[in-house]
Nanobody, 117 residues
């Protein structure tokens, strides 16, 4: 089982990034997918989540209107489009998969996003 994030990096305030999370080793379409972020010394924060077929999406209040989560079940990939980035968005972003019925979950290793001028 693997969840491999990519797309992080350094961006100026107001800029954009698109994170990707490629899944393998499990039936991707069974799993709700989420993006979390974590800053050293702080609790991990749920950023956005999307249901198995993409019909339900949820966002943290801090990113509503700026971030968009999407998924492509044919490619076993979930995305996070991040626009109008702010310094407070700086964190390690982790991909998370959850099969609710059996409470099985997987985590990716994370990708660093740094928003700074």
């Amino acid at each position: 089982v693997q969840l491999v994030e990519s797309g992080g990096g350094l961006v100026q305030p107001g800029g954009s990034l698109r994170l990707s999370c490629a899944a393998s080793g499990f039936t991707f379409s069974y799993y709700d997918m989420s993006w979390y972020r974590q800053v050293p010394g702080k609790e991990r924060e749920l950023v956005a989540s999307i249901s198995t077929a993409g019909g339900r999406r949820k966002y943290a209040d801090s990113v509503k209107g700026r971030f968009t989560i999407s998924r492509d079940n044919a490619k076993n990939t979930v995305y996070l489009q991040m626009n109008s980035l702010k310094p407070e968005d700086t964190a390690v972003y982790h991909c998370h998969a959850l099969w609710t019925i059996v409470e099985r979950e997987y985590w990716g290793q994370g990708t660093q996003v740094t928003v700074s001028s």
